[in-house]
């Protein structure tokens, strides 16, 4: 006897055809997060992982870079900024929509599907071999936070988005009771150099100010020159996590 189910099905005008279900098939789905992946396997380690952050929505799954080591792990590299390009991309769309899968010295990529697997964001500038210069991190953020976050990558778009979504506040610790910097900013000056967090500095003669904020040499290329018409340092790169 064939496996699964067989009969016939009538419409509502007398219609009616035979069918056959199939015996069941479980599908297999990615996991929407690298945080899905250490939830279920407490085990898991850093490392690349298959995802696929909106399920059964049309963006594919892709790989990703997951960090299940730091500040309880579960993170979920979307963001990546070379160390060799200058800095100041006007649109999400200029990126490579796949984001390295190392956060060592990567190459730049940013993940554009939806965020709504996702809560927490930690975004780390002016990173080097040593470290990184600053981190900043939020948590329990609405969809909406975390995509006017991603548009800090991408000035224009930003510009025309944040009347709607201002920048949420950061702390520059992992802990909840680290000191909160409004909007993410150490001083209200957006072209003050020592911003912790969600890059940007909309100034139009200086958003070239953005990123990577490090060393600059001039001869080098980077991510860093804060000045009009960008070269960076290549010295330093931006990581953009979210759990
Ligand atoms: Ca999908």
Redesign the pocket.
């Known amino acids: 006897m064939q496996e699964g189910y067989q009969g016939t099905s009538y419409g509502p005008n007398n219609d009616s055809g035979d069918f056959t279900l199939g015996p069941k098939v479980n599908i297999v789905t990615a996991p929407v997060s690298c945080a899905q992946i250490l939830s279920e396997n407490p085990e898991a380690t850093s490392g690349v992982y298959s995802i696929?952050?909106?399920?059964?929505?049309?963006?594919?799954?892709f790989e990703a870079y997951c960090d299940m080591d730091t500040d309880e792990g579960g993170w979920t590299l979307i963001g990546t900024y070379a160390r060799t390009k200058p800095g100041g991309k006007e649109r999400i769309s200029e990126y490579s929509p796949l984001p390295a899968v190392t956060a060592t010295d990567p190459a730049t990529g940013l993940y554009q599907g939806s965020l709504s697997a996702f809560r927490d964001v930690r975004e780390q500038v002016a990173c080097d071999f040593a470290g990184c210069k600053s981190t900043a991190y939020q948590s329990s953020l609405k969809e909406a936070e975390l995509d006017m976050i991603r548009y800090t990558w991408c000035y224009k778009d930003q510009q025309e988005n944040q009347s709607t979504t201002p920048l949420p506040d950061c702390r520059s610790r992992y802990v909840a009771n680290g000191t909160t910097y409004a909007n993410c900013l150490i001083d209200p000056d957006r072209n003050n150099m020592n911003v912790v967090g969600w890059q940007r500095d909309i100034h139009s003669s200086h958003h070239s100010c953005w990123l990577g904020h490090g060393l600059h040499t001039p001869w080098a290329k980077g991510t860093a020159q804060c000045s009009f018409n960008a070269q960076g340092n290549g010295t330093r790169w931006g990581l953009l996590w979210v759990r």
């Open positions: 696929d952050p909106d399920g059964e929505g049309a963006q594919d799954s």
